[in-house]
């Protein structure tokens, strides 16, 4: 699944990450690497962006640039 | 002998207590300006410590050197290009994975390294454990723990970095960042084909260069064409040719699979430095967040904020305001009585005095916005308020963190524009920059509050807040008709930390605060003061007019009336000085008046009443609105000399003026929308050119906001006209 398909409070893990270059080096360099552990934490009030933490730290990122990343869920919601 | 002095520069991700050890260093012998060339901060300051003089610079806060933002660029272009003798890399260390893919990226640049392991005690109660002796051991990197809020380890700190500048740089090859086989083989044959076709002269190192060449680095790439003239196209070429092969086996781009690699790197060094308690640590953010990013209450306490600034900024503001007001006029008055009348004493007291004093009374508005925004940056609450707001933004075509600088253009658009500093992408930020003065400034204010409440007496207040609606649509409209024709391309990501909440420093406050201030104060002091000057110079030359009238004989003429009737009774005498008082004010104003008309000045606006008829606007209002460039409040000003009504736009003697002169309440409107949109005023503008680095989206924005302005009130004029208004 897509990580902008995870709901609030659901652990998840990544597989793999796509997008053009910038953005995916973005994402690698916030920590969001292929086999780290997440958590959603929260979508924003208007529903996009949401917040996740991933190694400890709380990063955001728009529910578009989310859909480029592929996930498997830990756990059910 | 006279030791050199060392420079030391610090470096380290966003949030990791960077500014707090800065200013802890260098307490307030800090010099702060820009990088060359463009509007990142740049603070440094000399210090004496243990014999040696120091020159500390703070780099600025970065996650990584992948030369993104403009923040990295200068970061990465500085240990490359400028040499410090060591880089402190200040790491959080109760976050320490992330924080180690900078710290690993400034290894391999080949500079001397220090890591400094910040906020030691938070790291300690979230129950880690570092072995900084190990870590220091693998990395073949000092390592010293830090408090920087509490100022530990600091003098450490500075010791180990003299000592690490005077031994000589070293880092064990086997102590490198390793890459998998393919990348690893791929980087040696690339080093060794450039070592044979570069000279001594070259300056960086060849196994980081053969790495940045691989991950197509474009400045890298530029730096090799300069440098390396002859061969560089056949180096080129062969980074090329293996990047492809390289793509080809590892089906990835090589600079995705080389980032996982340095946090594959960095998960072997966490296993063995790191040890986590059992201790279950309670995440206070995320328990600040259930109430601050809230679904329901998210919003209302984000605007209660936002009003909360405001509040602090105006209302609080006005108190030392009215202090400076009353000391610039004294000030002035001053002046009026020690000078002799003379050409001299006109250009202290009307052109000097008066422009300087009209900028430094904002000084208490914009120190106060300053901390304001200071407080909500280092709370952390800013990111949230961006995380909050993206969504809307995002439909403008702007980044969440765009809204901060629009909405600070409802008080001045000064500070707006230098807050765009905060935003990533230079394209949001010029963006940002060009639609912010749309968002109408406290400056215009009076202007609407004159017009409205004479034209349009009981409606006043619907029609100022209708102009303030117009302004704001006038900024989305154009806001995406920019991101669509002129500043295209992908929008910036948003992937964007929140940090953990912490409690303020007051020592960072203000210096943040101060540091903002002194720049405002600086630049547009000096703008404003040429642009007052050069308005004193048109509205009181010629000198020698020829009055149609002979006004000072008119005067003459009252006084001697007055002086022949005089009574003896007291009473009456009173009320006839005070009669007399009001004629002779009347006549002097009249000369005054007359004395704009035939001024420069009056004779511009007479020129160019062509241009502003179409819109209603007669030649005294085209005066008023050029003489608005250098403040939007002489606006009122202007138009109480010219319709010859001493006033400060609430007085009804310029109500009066203004109904007698013809002007209708269409052609106030028309004027009022005018004001909202045209060319910003003088600081604005001083401060369009330092932010965007350009004199042409400067040009570009003078002349857009202009033309929209006269379009805007033409249409309004002319269909009102056509509606039978």
């Given amino acids: 699944?897509?990580?902008?398909?995870?709901?609030?409070?659901?652990?998840?893990?990544?597989?793999?990450?796509?997008?053009?270059?910038?953005?995916?080096?973005?994402?690698?360099?916030?920590?969001?690497?292929?086999?780290?552990?997440?958590?959603?934490?929260?979508?924003?009030?208007?529903?996009?962006?949401?917040?996740?933490?991933?190694?400890?730290?709380?990063?955001?990122?728009?529910?578009?640039?989310?859909?480029e990343i592929d996930v498997e869920a830990l756990t059910d919601y | 002998m006279e030791k050199r002095q060392l420079r030391i520069a610090l470096a380290g991700n966003p949030n990791s207590g960077k500014t707090t050890i800065f200013n802890n260093l260098t307490g307030t012998r800090q010099k702060v300006g820009n990088w060359p060339g463009v509007t990142v901060e740049k603070k440094e300051g000399d210090i004496h410590k243990f014999g040696r003089d120091m020159r500390i610079i703070d780099l600025p806060g970065t996650y990584s050197l992948t030369p993104f933002s403009i923040e990295e660029i200068v970061a990465r272009d500085f240990i490359l290009d400028?040499?410090?003798?060591?880089?402190?890399?200040?790491?959080?260390?109760s976050n320490l994975e992330r924080n180690l893919y900078l710290a690993n990226q400034l290894r391999e640049l080949d500079c001397k390294v220090i890591f400094a392991l910040n906020m030691a005690d938070v790291a300690k109660s979230r129950g880690f454990k570092i072995d900084a002796k190990k870590l220091s051991e693998l990395l073949g990197v000092p390592v010293i723990f830090t408090v920087g809020n509490r100022n530990e380890g600091l003098d450490d700190l500075l010791k180990a970095a003299i000592a690490l500048a005077e031994s000589p740089l070293e880092i064990p090859e086997e102590r490198r960042v390793r890459y998998s086989n393919d990348i690893e083989s791929a980087i040696g044959e690339l080093r060794d084909f450039i070592k044979l076709r570069v000279d001594a002269t070259f300056s960086y190192n060849l196994r980081w260069t053969a790495v940045k060449l691989l991950e197509d680095d474009k400045i890298i790439k530029d730096r090799i064409r300069e440098q390396v003239t002859a061969e560089s196209e056949s180096i080129l070429t062969k980074a090329e040719k293996l990047r492809g092969k390289l793509g080809n086996r590892l089906d990835d781009d090589p600079e995705i699979v080389m980032t996982d690699d340095r946090y594959g790197f960095i998960a072997g060094t966490i296993k063995e430095v790191l040890s986590t308690s059992?201790?279950?640590?309670?995440?206070?953010?995320?328990?600040?967040?259930?109430?601050?990013?809230?679904?329901f209450l998210g919003f209302p306490i984000f605007i209660f904020f936002i009003w909360a600034m405001f509040q602090t900024t105006f209302t609080l503001g006005a108190y030392p305001m009215e202090w400076i007001d009353a000391g610039v006029g004294g000030f002035s008055t001053f002046f009026e009585h020690v000078l002799p009348d003379s050409l001299l004493k006109d250009l202290i007291v009307d052109g000097i005095i008066a422009g300087v004093g009209s900028v430094i009374i904002f000084l208490p508005n914009i120190l106060l916005l300053f901390f304001c925004i200071a407080l909500f940056e280092d709370t952390g609450y800013m990111a949230r308020a961006a995380f909050l707001m993206d969504k809307i933004m995002h439909l403008i075509g702007l980044h969440g963190k765009s809204f901060i600088p629009m909405l600070m253009g409802f008080g001045c658009s000064v500070p707006a524009i230098i807050a765009t500093r905060s935003l990533e992408s230079r394209k949001d930020r010029i963006l940002t920059i060009l639609i912010t003065p749309f968002m109408s400034c406290s400056a215009k204010l009076p202007v609407y509050i004159a017009l409205a409440g004479t034209f349009f007496a009981a409606h006043a207040g619907t029609v100022i807040f209708i102009i303030y609606l117009f302004g704001i649509f006038v900024a989305i409209v154009t806001g995406r008709l920019f991101r669509t024709a002129l500043l295209?391309?992908?929008?910036?990501?948003?992937?964007?930390?929140l940090p953990p909440y912490r409690v303020p420093m007051m020592k960072n406050l203000l210096i943040h605060m101060w540091d903002r201030s002194k720049m405002f104060l600086k630049k547009m002091g000096g703008i404003i003061l040429a642009g007052s000057i050069v308005i004193w110079v048109l509205s009181s030359f010629p000198q020698n007019i020829q009055y149609s009238k002979d006004y000072d004989a008119q005067i003459a003429m009252v006084n001697q009336s007055y002086e022949q009737v005089m009574p003896g009774n007291e009473d009456d005498e009173n009320s006839l000085r005070q009669?007399?008082?009001?004629?002779?004010?009347?006549?002097?104003?009249?000369?005054?008046?007359?004395?704009?008309?035939k001024s420069y000045i009056g004779r511009i606006g007479k020129a160019i009443e062509p241009v502003f008829q179409p819109i209603g606007i007669d030649w005294r209002g085209s005066v008023a609105l050029l003489t608005g460039f250098v403040a939007k409040e002489i606006v009122i000003s202007t138009m109480g000399?010219?319709?010859?009504?001493?006033?400060?736009?609430?007085?009804?003697?310029?109500?009066?003026?203004?109904?007698?002169?013809?002007?209708?309440?269409?052609?106030?409107?028309s004027m009022m929308i005018f004001v909202l949109l045209y060319i910003p005023c003088l600081a604005t503008i001083g401060a369009i050119t330092r932010e965007t680095g350009s004199v042409k989206w400067t040009l570009f924005n003078i002349a857009f906001t202009t033309g929209v302005a006269w379009g805007m009130s033409f249409i309004v004029y002319q269909g009102g006209r056509l509606l039978g208004f």
């Fill in chain 1, 1 to 67: 699944m897509r990580l902008n398909e995870m709901r609030e409070g659901q652990h998840g893990r990544i597989l793999r990450i796509g997008g053009e270059t910038r953005l995916r080096r973005r994402i690698l360099e916030m920590g969001l690497t292929k086999g780290s552990d997440i958590y959603i934490e929260k979508y924003a009030p208007l529903k996009d962006p949401l917040e996740l933490s991933v190694r400890g730290c709380h990063v955001s990122l728009r529910v578009k640039e989310a859909a």
């Fill in chain 2, 82 to 93: 400028e040499n410090p003798d060591v880089v402190i890399d200040i790491i959080d260390a």
């Fill in chain 2, 278 to 295: 059992t201790l279950q640590r309670v995440d206070i953010s995320r328990n600040i967040d259930l109430v601050l990013t809230n679904r």
């Fill in chain 2, 488 to 497: 295209r391309g992908e929008d910036a990501p948003f992937v964007m930390e």
């Fill in chain 2, 579 to 597: 009669q007399k008082d009001a004629q002779i004010h009347e006549i002097s104003i009249a000369k005054k008046a007359e004395r704009a008309e």
């Fill in chain 2, 641 to 669: 000399v010219l319709y010859a009504a001493e006033g400060d736009g609430e007085s009804d003697a310029l109500s009066n003026a203004l109904l007698k002169s013809g002007m209708t309440p269409l052609s106030a409107l």
